[in-house]
């Protein structure tokens, strides 16, 4: 048990959650303090630290794992599915108008844990993810193998923002069980697009923005009451849907079904 939770910080805490300072930290650190239960770690997440945990995943794997995703989007017919029994994994494209909810423009892509998994995505994924479960207080595997028959499943989405502006607006994730946002970096800023990419608010409502400062295989981590958002990805060029420029990501979390 973690001498300190998130869970008790919220009990005491009521306050909105801001950005403080931008910490590098090598991955195998990042892992070793999560294991020995490092209080200060989530103590400085919650009040608003932001971690950029470097070499968390291999580069190459996530750059063909993102060319082959994308071949896979530009084939095959893009759909949306509720977590139900027999959701499958899916693509979807949501320009602007599209039911979300808040207003973004971006490219989709949805696993789930119990479905096929060609990418190897889980596997990839799962040790992360078993330390985001620890540090959050939960039970490593509780919802990992979960299926829809169940309140919540794990859930992998990767995102494409392509350039033509693709954003999401400020957000965060107060509601969500999951306690932190870990998003993995799939693309370089000045290389696969120039302009725009994620942003976090700091207590004078300045936009500090990120992607300058992350490489791919990096792991963005930041606690759920963070308000950030995606500035739109090069506003000035068209939209080609077909291209695989623009501002990738990967995010995993326990997300609900549609049973409940
Ligand atoms: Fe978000």
Not at 159 to 172: N, R, S, T
Not at 192 to 217: L, S
């Amino acid at each position: 048990m973690n001498s300190i939770s998130f869970a008790e910080l919220e009990k005491s805490h009521f306050t909105n959650v801001f950005a403080r300072n931008i910490i590098k930290i090598e991955y195998q650190e990042y892992k070793n303090r999560i294991l020995k239960n490092d209080s200060e770690l989530i103590e400085s997440l919650f009040f608003g630290d932001i971690y950029i945990v470097k070499n968390a995943y291999k580069k190459k794997l996530l750059e063909k794992i993102r060319s082959e995703l994308h071949e896979w989007g530009t084939k095959t017919k893009a759909s949306y599915h509720e977590i139900k029994e027999g959701v499958p994994n899916f693509h979807r494209i949501l320009d602007k108008d599209g039911k979300f909810y808040v207003s973004s423009k971006w490219h989709g892509y949805y696993f789930f844990n119990f479905n096929k998994d060609p990418w190897n995505i889980f596997n990839i994924a799962e040790e992360k993810y078993f330390l985001n479960q620890k540090i959050m207080g939960f039970n490593e595997k509780e919802t990992f193998n979960n299926s829809p028959k169940d309140k919540y499943v794990t859930r992998v989405w990767i995102v494409q923002y392509p350039q033509g502006g693709g954003y999401i607006q400020a957000h965060d994730h107060s509601s969500d069980v999951f306690c932190l946002a870990n998003i993995a970096i799939m693309s370089e800023k000045g290389k696969d697009y120039n302009n725009g990419g994620i942003y976090f608010i700091d207590e004078n409502a300045n936009k500090i923005f990120i992607d300058d400062q992350v490489e791919v295989g990096d792991l963005l981590v930041t606690y759920k009451r963070q308000v950030h958002g995606v500035d739109p990805v090069d506003p000035n060029i068209k939209t080609d849907w077909k291209s695989e420029k623009g501002r990738w990501v990967m995010m995993y979390g326990n997300v609900p079904t549609n049973n409940y």
